[in-house]
């Protein structure tokens, strides 16, 4: 088997589940219990606050334990919207993000809000003096994608935060699902305020996520109920997710420092080896771009059949991103970055992970081109 | 020492059997469910079968299930989706005095948006009376929300009366099934239930996995916007281990109902006799009729509950004051004092047994001895 959709989900690491397990059998009391096996959870849970804040460069306060992704972006972009909005009303994001966010900005422009979406060139990235002249006195919110799900872009975080620093007013967050381990964002150098991560994209289990929120800023939250995650995120924790995740982290972050470079060779080679088929077209720009998504079209054949003509091999891509993939039509990504309609819409996405071999690579590129040549024949 | 753990409505242990379902599906069913290759198509089914599994268990088809990330979220979305579908009908709800923090402070929360909402008295017992339901009912009632089963004094609502009561109304009636589902049977359509929420953690299954009951035809607008997963009713990638986590939990409890109940009478039994042989005062808070066999919630007259808590724990009792959410804060419970009166010193001198998975009668007796032992002292 050779899994190449690891921005869909990824596997879990082995050591990511032992912790599941020894904390599931060992502090299952409820972390808000004040007996003294609650105190035990409730010693774990500080103990992984901590340490996911130290791995991120944050302080233990400034996390948020959420269900995941989704859950990140929405109480982040609703939390500042909902809290912020006597400020002013106005609220930015891109025209290429995950459907979390957009899908969220689209919600608030329904609740009375004015967004602007800003667009992005022909490699999925956003200009400056855009965001410049978008920006209002009453902005209170810029969200921006760092990592893009379905090409990889990766947007000028640092850029932006530097120069968002000077606009008091304006809180700056950053949906870092893709990116995390993948590609380094520095929260407090580049100014960030809020950032999403989730734990099944790097090998932690699903249900798990957490959200940075620099101290300071305030949050409407998006569950009532008790008072976890310090009012922020209502609902009994779920500690052995946590725990696993904060895990799953550690050991991402140190196979990434050890292995960054040779994920970016894998990616090379695949894209040296595409751009001598003139059947494909590149999706994923060549600078300003992470080391684990390709995005291609090959001229003629459908994504979908490709994509099951692969898995008769043991091979797993995927068409978009795995939460539109039921969707029909191109995709919104592929379009916003001026790619013609049905080109857009027979992308596939290929995507490593830092577990991923030079082996799997080579077998892979070997089965995929002779995919592509017996489906052109049966096509042709 | 290993502490006697008595605080099963707290958050319980998760079943072995359970914990090996989940990591089975951790290691070998990794996909996303909305991946359309092999490992996605997996994943879903596992859900869908989940679904269906816990559909029927209730009394309904899987289709009408949606997963959440727990009881806080089910609650937040049944109460929050169901006020914003339907305030052109109206904008007022009844909800109880006694509820969870995770309907109370939800249905707050609307107030502040322009819902009316009624809190409805209860009896000394803790149950509420259908006069008063049918009197607060107004025209533009849109939703009552009622817990099934109180988890700190354990009195069960007459859900069925109630519900045939709404009947004729256009209220929409939810109810918050936490800590009754798995101790006794629930049939969405013997009492006709609109919403219904639930959580795996109080069934000895995982942490950050619930569902919510959604009968067909009712309206409910998502509160997070991301994906089109759960029919778009809850964006996000699937927990698809916590899924299968809630529905093994589910089965397993569904099978021992029964045995279990007579269990927790007997274990009531041995505590309250081991009270009385050793001339303990006290008084059961709660309904002699109608209550969750798995609570017990005790008054002892002239002691003080902080105190108790802190002696039994420290002789390896582990019980609690009340929800676990608000066991933190030194607030008398809100339940209690809906009961007796903000005077009353019942609020301040009962702790809640909770009884569950792993225990054993010797152990109640020891915990009976304990409990007995520390009250008399206390009150000397
Ligand atoms: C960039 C991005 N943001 C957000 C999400 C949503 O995360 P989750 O699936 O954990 O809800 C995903 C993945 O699905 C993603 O790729
Ligand atoms: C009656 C009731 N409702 C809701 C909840 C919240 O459930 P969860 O902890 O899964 O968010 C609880 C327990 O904490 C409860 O006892």
């Given at each position: 088997?050779?899994?190449?959709?690891?921005?869909?989900?990824?596997?879990?690491?082995?050591?990511?589940?032992?912790?599941?397990?020894?904390?599931?059998?060992?502090?299952f009391?409820n972390?808000s219990?004040?007996?003294?096996?609650?105190?035990?959870?409730?010693?774990?849970?500080?103990?992984?606050?901590?340490?996911?804040?130290?791995?991120?460069?944050?302080?233990?306060?400034?996390?948020?334990?959420?269900s995941?992704?989704?859950?990140?972006?929405?109480?982040?972009?609703?939390?500042?919207?909902?809290?912020?909005?006597?400020?002013?009303?106005?609220?930015?994001?891109?025209?290429?993000?995950?459907?979390?966010?957009?899908?969220?900005?689209?919600?608030?422009?329904?609740?009375?809000?004015?967004?602007?979406?800003?667009?992005?060139?022909?490699?999925?990235?956003?200009?400056?003096?855009?965001?410049?002249?978008?920006?209002?006195?009453?902005?209170?919110?810029?969200?921006?994608?760092?990592?893009?799900?379905?090409?990889?872009?990766?947007?000028?975080?640092?850029?932006?935060?530097?120069?968002?620093?000077?606009?008091?007013?304006?809180?700056?967050?950053?949906?870092?699902?893709?990116?995390?381990?993948?590609?380094?964002?520095?929260?407090?150098?580049?100014?960030?305020?809020?950032?999403?991560?989730?734990?099944?994209?790097?090998?932690?289990?699903?249900g798990?996520?957490?959200?940075?929120?620099?101290?300071?800023?305030?949050?409407?939250?998006?569950f009532?109920g008790g008072?976890q995650?310090?009012?922020?995120?209502a609902g009994t924790e779920n500690l052995?997710g946590?725990?696993?995740?904060?895990?799953?982290?550690?050991?991402?972050?140190?196979?990434?420092?050890?292995?960054?470079?040779?994920?970016?060779?894998?990616?090379?080679?695949?894209?040296?080896?595409?751009?001598?088929?003139?059947?494909?077209?590149?999706?994923?720009?060549?600078?300003?771009?992470?080391?684990?998504?390709?995005?291609?079209?090959?001229?003629?054949?459908?994504?979908?059949?490709?994509?099951?003509?692969?898995?008769?091999?043991?091979?797993?891509?995927?068409?978009?991103?795995?939460?539109?993939?039921?969707?029909?039509?191109?995709?919104?990504?592929?379009?916003?970055?001026?790619?013609?309609?049905?080109?857009?819409?027979?992308?596939?996405?290929?995507?490593?992970?830092?577990?991923?071999?030079?082996?799997?690579?080579?077998?892979?590129?070997?089965?995929?081109?002779?995919?592509?040549?017996?489906?052109?024949?049966?096509?042709? | 020492?290993?502490?006697?753990?008595?605080?099963h409505a707290a958050t319980t242990?998760v079943?072995?059997?359970v914990?090996?379902?989940?990591?089975?599906?951790?290691?070998?069913?990794?996909?996303?469910?909305?991946?359309?290759?092999?490992?996605?198509?997996?994943?879903?089914?596992?859900?869908?079968?989940?679904?269906?599994?816990l559909?029927?268990q209730i009394?309904?088809?899987?289709?009408?299930i949606v997963f959440t990330s727990g009881g806080t979220e089910a609650d937040n979305m049944a109460?929050?989706?169901?006020?914003?579908?339907?305030?052109?009908?109206?904008?007022?709800?009844?909800?109880?005095?006694?509820?969870h923090h995770a309907v109370?402070?939800?249905?707050?929360?609307?107030?502040?948006?322009?819902?009316?909402?009624?809190?409805?008295?209860?009896?000394?017992?803790?149950?509420?009376?259908?006069?008063?339901?049918?009197?607060?009912?107004?025209?533009?009632?849109?939703?009552?929300?009622?817990v099934y089963g109180?988890n700190?004094?354990?009195?069960?609502?007459?859900?069925?009366?109630?519900?045939?009561?709404?009947?004729?109304?256009?209220?929409?009636?939810?109810t918050d099934a936490v800590q009754a589902f798995g101790t006794?049977?629930i049939?969405?359509?013997?009492?006709?239930?609109?919403l219904l929420s639930l959580t795996a953690h109080k069934i000895n299954g995982p942490k950050g996995a619930g569902l919510l009951y959604?009968?067909?035809?009712?309206?409910?607008?998502?509160?997070?916007?991301?994906?089109?997963?759960?029919?778009?009713?809850r964006?996000?990638?699937?927990n698809?281990?916590g899924i299968?986590g809630l529905q093994k939990a589910a089965?397993?409890s569904?099978?021992?109902?029964?045995?279990?109940?007579?269990?927790?009478?007997?274990?009531?039994?041995?505590?309250?006799?081991?009270?009385?042989?050793?001339?303990?005062?006290?008084?059961?808070?709660?309904?002699?009729?109608?209550?969750?066999?798995?609570?017990?919630?005790?008054?002892?007259?002239?002691?003080?509950?902080?105190?108790?808590?802190?002696?039994?724990?420290?002789?390896?009792?582990?019980?609690?004051?009340?929800s676990a959410c608000?066991?933190?804060?030194?607030?008398?419970?809100?339940?209690?004092?809906?009961?007796?009166?903000?005077?009353?010193?019942?609020?301040?001198?009962?702790?809640?047994?909770?009884?569950g998975?792993?225990?054993?009668?010797?152990?109640?007796?020891?915990?009976?001895?304990?409990?007995?032992?520390?009250?008399?002292?206390?009150?000397?």
């Amino acid at each position: 088997m050779i899994y190449l959709d690891n921005s869909a989900t990824t596997k879990p690491y082995p050591e990511a589940l032992e912790t599941f397990n020894i904390v599931s059998n060992q502090f299952f009391a409820n972390p808000s219990s004040i007996h003294g096996l609650g105190g035990l959870s409730e010693e774990m849970l500080k103990r992984s606050r901590t340490q996911a804040a130290e791995l991120l460069g944050v302080k233990p306060s400034e996390i948020t334990f959420t269900s995941g992704g989704t859950e990140g972006n929405n109480l982040a972009i609703k939390g500042v919207a909902l809290s912020y909005s006597q400020r002013g009303k106005h609220i930015i994001t891109t025209e290429i993000e995950h459907a979390a966010t957009y899908n969220a900005f689209k919600q608030l422009e329904n609740a009375g809000f004015e967004v602007t979406y800003l667009p992005v060139n022909h490699k999925g990235r956003v200009n400056l003096e855009d965001l410049k002249k978008a920006c209002r006195k009453d902005t209170i919110l810029i969200s921006i994608i760092h990592v893009n799900n379905e090409v990889g872009t990766v947007q000028p975080l640092q850029e932006i935060g530097e120069w968002l620093k000077e606009q008091r007013a304006t809180l700056f967050h950053v949906d870092h699902v893709q990116g995390i381990g993948k590609v380094p964002l520095n929260l407090k150098e580049y100014g960030i305020d809020l950032c999403t991560i989730s734990g099944h994209k790097f090998h932690g289990p699903k249900g798990t996520g957490l959200l940075f929120v620099r101290g300071g800023v305030s949050l409407s939250p998006l569950f009532s109920g008790g008072s976890q995650e310090l009012n922020r995120r209502a609902g009994t924790e779920n500690l052995p997710g946590i725990a696993a995740m904060v895990k799953a982290l550690r050991i991402n972050l140190e196979t990434s420092k050890r292995h960054l470079d040779d994920l970016k060779c894998l990616k090379n080679k695949m894209i040296r080896s595409f751009e001598t088929n003139d059947d494909l077209i590149i999706h994923t720009p060549a600078e300003f771009s992470a080391p684990h998504i390709i995005n291609v079209t090959i001229k003629g054949i459908k994504a979908e059949v490709l994509v099951h003509a692969l898995e008769e091999d043991d091979i797993y891509v995927s068409t978009k991103s795995a939460c539109s993939s039921r969707e029909g039509g191109a995709s919104r990504v592929l379009l916003a970055m001026g790619i013609p309609e049905d080109e857009a819409a027979h992308a596939i996405r290929i995507s490593l992970s830092l577990e991923n071999t030079s082996d799997e690579i080579d077998r892979f590129l070997d089965i995929f081109n002779k995919k592509i040549n017996e489906l052109k024949s049966v096509m042709g | 020492m290993e502490a006697i753990y008595l605080d099963h409505a707290a958050t319980t242990p998760v079943h072995p059997e359970v914990l090996e379902e989940m990591v089975d599906v951790y290691q070998k069913i990794f996909g996303n469910p909305s991946s359309i290759h092999q490992f996605g198509r997996e994943a879903r089914k596992v859900i869908d079968e989940a679904r269906d599994a816990l559909g029927r268990q209730i009394g309904t088809e899987g289709k009408n299930i949606v997963f959440t990330s727990g009881g806080t979220e089910a609650d937040n979305m049944a109460i929050i989706g169901a006020a914003l579908a339907n305030q052109e009908k109206g904008k007022h709800i009844i909800t109880s005095k006694i509820e969870h923090h995770a309907v109370l402070h939800t249905c707050q929360n609307l107030e502040e948006q322009g819902f009316e909402v009624t809190y409805l008295d209860v009896n000394s017992n803790g149950r509420l009376d259908l006069n008063d339901i049918q009197q607060a009912l107004r025209d533009d009632t849109i939703l009552v929300t009622l817990v099934y089963g109180n988890n700190e004094v354990g009195t069960l609502q007459p859900i069925r009366e109630i519900a045939h009561l709404l009947r004729p109304h256009q209220a929409l009636f939810h109810t918050d099934a936490v800590q009754a589902f798995g101790t006794i049977d629930i049939d969405v359509r013997e009492a006709p239930i609109d919403l219904l929420s639930l959580t795996a953690h109080k069934i000895n299954g995982p942490k950050g996995a619930g569902l919510l009951y959604v009968r067909e035809g009712v309206p409910i607008s998502p509160y997070s916007y991301g994906g089109e997963q759960e029919r778009k009713r809850r964006p996000g990638t699937q927990n698809v281990p916590g899924i299968v986590g809630l529905q093994k939990a589910a089965e397993i409890s569904a099978e021992s109902i029964l045995p279990r109940m007579d269990t927790y009478f007997a274990y009531r039994k041995i505590l309250l006799n081991t009270l009385e042989k050793n001339d303990i005062e006290y008084k059961i808070n709660g309904d002699p009729d109608h209550f969750l066999p798995h609570i017990l919630n005790l008054y002892f007259p002239g002691t003080n509950v902080e105190a108790l808590l802190v002696n039994l724990d420290l002789a390896g009792v582990a019980v609690s004051s009340g929800s676990a959410c608000t066991a933190g804060s030194i607030e008398p419970s809100h339940v209690l004092t809906a009961m007796y009166g903000k005077e009353s010193e019942r609020a301040k001198a009962s702790v809640r047994i909770s009884f569950g998975y792993g225990l054993s009668t010797e152990a109640i007796q020891k915990a009976a001895a304990i409990i007995a032992k520390t009250v008399k002292r206390m009150k000397q």
